[in-house]
């Protein structure tokens, strides 16, 4: 299983990043796909996940409306649309895989048995 995310950056407040979680080495449809950041000094905290099937979407209450998951089967590859940043939407952010074909996620890192290597969000205030 290998996961690599990426299109990290630094932005200014109120502007977008789009990332990206390229999937190879499983069964993607049979996967759920959850992004988790994690700030300096504090835990890894869920973003959003989407389930396998990607039909269904669930956000953190943090990120909801700014954030957008969504995914594309033919590529294996996930996308976190980020808009609306925010300074403490700092942190890296990471893709991770959950084998899972019951078509139901959550964002819960304890979930999720397989990481990609992060990428950095940066936001200027």
């Known amino acids: 299983v290998q996961l690599q995310a990426s299109g990290g950056g630094l932005v200014q407040a109120g502007g977008s990043l789009r990332l990206s979680c390229a999937a190879s080495?499983?069964?993607?449809?049979?996967?759920?796909i959850g992004w988790f950041r994690q700030a300096p000094g504090k835990d890894r905290e869920g973003v959003g996940c989407?389930?396998?099937?990607?039909?269904?979407?669930v956000y953190a209450r943090s990120v909801k409306s700014r954030f957008a998951i969504s995914s594309d089967s033919a590529k294996n590859t996930a996308y976190l649309q980020l808009d609306n940043l925010k300074p403490e939407d700092a942190a890296v952010y990471y893709c991770a895989a959950e084998y899972n074909p019951y078509g139901y996620c959550s964002p819960e890192v304890p979930r999720f048995r397989s990481w990609g290597q992060g990428t950095q969000v940066t936001v200027s205030s």
């Open positions: 080495g499983f069964t993607f449809r049979d996967h759920n």
């Open positions: 989407i389930a396998s099937g990607h039909s269904k979407i």
